[in-house]
């Protein structure tokens, strides 16, 4: 039971670098975000996705892009990698759209990048 | 708007003290709260959760959190702290489609 795996666990990138993260789940959650972590910040919402082809921005999107092609796969792409984008990335699931209050979010176990 | 308040950035406890993590919230709506716990590079792991069924929740390893609505709270308690219990804690609030972080809070526990 694999729950939610994220890929690449590390990765340094130069100014100006695209890449994209990776994020799947294998328990059929409809919902799935992505969050960025950094010290003294908590966890913000970059984006979210509440279905497959359904996707909307969270707290702080700029920089980043996402789609939502299946349930189970939902990539983050940073498209011009900056300094300000050095931070932990965790990917997260829950299982509904429409009763997601008072449901359970399942979390990666993060994607630690430095910009460089 | 929706915020969450962690007090504490940085709570320092002997081991078999009782753990008082702090927790605010602001809701325009009925809130769902939930304590995440984060152990050195690992993701966030589920600690308890209120959803409105019972004010006082028991969560895993000991932990209980009890939700006060007259002073907007939701405190995280353990009698006895463990040094396991070494961590970094989240408070969270689900706010329509997405959950609300605190900053957090991070636990030492000494021996």
């Known amino acids: 039971n694999a729950g939610v795996t994220q890929t690449p666990k590390f990765q340094v990138l130069k100014t100006g670098q695209s890449m994209t993260l990776q994020c799947a789940q294998d328990?059929?959650?409809?919902?799935m975000s992505w969050y960025r972590q950094d010290p003294g910040m908590g966890l913000r919402l970059i984006h979210y996705?509440?279905?497959?082809?359904?996707?909307d921005q969270g707290e702080v999107p700029n920089g980043y892009n996402v789609s939502r092609s299946t349930t189970e796969d939902f990539p983050l792409r940073l498209l011009s990698a900056a300094p300000s984008q050095t931070s932990v990335y965790f990917c997260a699931s829950s299982y509904s759209r429409t009763g997601l209050r008072g449901t359970e979010a399942f979390f990666g176990q993060g994607t630690r990048l430095t910009v460089v | 708007a929706q915020s969450v308040t962690q007090l504490g950035s940085h709570v320092s406890v002997s081991e078999g003290a009782l753990v008082l993590l702090r927790c605010n919230y602001s809701?325009?709506?009925?809130?769902?709260l939930f304590w995440y716990v984060q152990y050195p590079n690992q993701g966030l792991q589920l600690l308890l959760k209120y959803t409105s069924a019972a004010t006082l929740v028991k969560g895993i390893n000991g932990f209980e959190a009890e939700f006060k609505k007259s002073e907007t709270s939701f405190h995280l308690t353990k009698p006895s702290a463990h040094m396991s219990d070494a961590a970094e804690y989240f408070c969270?609030?689900?706010?329509?489609?997405?959950?609300?972080f605190g900053k957090g809070t991070t636990l030492s526990v000494s021996s």
């Open positions: 969270a609030n689900q706010a329509g489609t997405a959950l609300i």
């Open positions: 996705s509440v279905g497959a082809g359904i996707t």
């Open positions: 328990m059929n959650h409809e919902y």
């Open positions: 809701s325009s709506v009925p809130p769902y």
